[in-house]
C-alpha cells in the first residue's frame, strides 16, 4: 500500500520533470476551450445559442446554422475567425452582429470563442 | 444638351425606384407574407406571432380568458369619462367623442406638417383643458389608451397619406428607419420582423411585421405591465444596444406611421396580451 503510494509519487514527481511543457500546453489549451464556451453561451458577450444550436447548450435558435462540423467547414482556422469577427465581410446580407468592428468581443475574446467553436 | 437629358433621365429613374408609392410599397408587404407563410390568412396576422404558431397561440387564448389588460381597460374608461376641472372631457376634443376612432390614428396633420398619433392627441387634449400631460409609455397614458383602443375593436385600420410631400416623407422617413441597421448589435426592425420572423431567437419566435400595431397599447408578461407602442419601440432599441428615442418623438412617430400603414385594411384589435 505504501509502497504504491510512493511509486505514484515519484512517477508524478518524474512526470512533472520529465513532461511540464507538455502538459502545460495542453492545459492551456483546454483552458482556451472552457473560456470560449463560457464567452460563446455568456448572453452579454457572444450569445451565440440566440441564433445557433451549439452541442451542450439549451433552448438554441435558428435563425443561423448549426455549428457543427467546423473543421470540415472551416478547413483554416483564420476564416473561421474571420466568420465570427465580421461574418458581414463574406456574407453581405448576414444580419450576425460585428462582433469585431463594433467592439462587441475583443480581440482576444474572438480568439476563445474561436479556440471553442473550431472544437464542435 | 444629351448630357441634360441624360442626367434627368438618370434622376428620373433613380427617383422612381426609391420612391414606390406606400400603396405598393404596402402589396409588396403583404405579398411578402403570404409567400413566406402561406397557411396564414392576411386577416389573422392582428394576433401576431400567435398567427403563426400554433401552440403558443392555445395558450394565448387561454390568457385572453382573463385578459390581463382588464384592470387598466376599466381604469382608462374612467379617465376617460371623468371630466377635467373645467367641466370638459376627453370626448370634446376627438370625433366621435373619442369612441370608435383608433383606427384612423396615426394621421398626418397638414396644420402642423406633423404626424399625429393617438397618444400625442390625448396629451394636447389635456393641455387644452388646462392639464397637465401625463407620460407616454406606460401608466394612465396606456390605459386610456387601451381603452380608446377597445372601443374601436373590429374597425379596420385606415391611415391615409395626403398628396402632401411633407406627409410623403414622415411615411419615408418611418420606413428609413425599419430597414436601417442600428445598435451595437447592428439590426434593423425588419432584420428580425420580416428577414427573419418565424425564427427563433433562443426559446422565442420572432413575430410578422403584419400586423405589429393592431393590437397596441398591450399587456406584456415580460414587463408585468401596460405599455404603448413607443414603449416597445424603445424595448426593440434597447434590445440591439441602440439608444432608445423618447416615445413620441418624431422618429417614433413617422416609424408609426410607415408600419401602420402597412397593416391598412386590418381590424383593431387592441388592447392585447403578449408574451
Known sequence: ?120 | MKRILVTILGMALVAGLAWATPEEDRLAFIDYHKKRFPNVAVEDYLNGVYAINPPAYQQWLQIEEFPPYELAMAEGKELFETPFANGKSYADCFPNGGVGIRQNYPYFDAETGQVKTLELEINECRAANGEAPLKYSKGKMASISAYMAFTSRGQKLNIVIPDDARAMAAYEDGKAYYYSKRGQLNFSCADCHVANSGMMIRADMLSPALGHPTHFPVYRSKWDDMGTLHRRFGGCNKQVRAVPLPAQSEEYRNLEYFLTYMSNGMEVNGPGARK
Open chain 1, 1 to 120: 500500500m505504501t509502497r504504491k503510494i510512493v511509486a505514484a509519487l515519484v512517477g508524478a514527481v518524474l512526470g512533472s520533470l520529465l513532461l511540464p511543457a507538455a502538459w502545460s500546453i495542453a492545459q492551456e489549451a483546454e483552458n482556451a476551450v472552457e473560456l470560449g464556451k463560457n464567452l460563446a453561451f455568456d448572453r452579454k458577450k457572444g450569445n451565440c445559442l440566440a441564433c445557433h444550436v451549439i452541442a451542450g447548450g439549451d433552448l438554441a435558435g435558428n435563425i443561423g446554422p448549426p455549428l457543427v462540423a467546423m473543421k470540415m467547414r472551416f478547413p483554416d482556422k483564420k476564416d473561421l475567425r474571420s466568420q465570427i469577427y465580421d461574418s458581414s465581410a463574406k456574407t453581405p446580407r448576414s444580419v450576425m452582429p460585428r462582433f469585431g468592428p463594433h467592439r462587441v468581443l475583443n480581440d482576444e475574446q474572438i480568439d476563445l470563442i474561436t479556440e471553442f467553436v473550431y472544437t464542435l
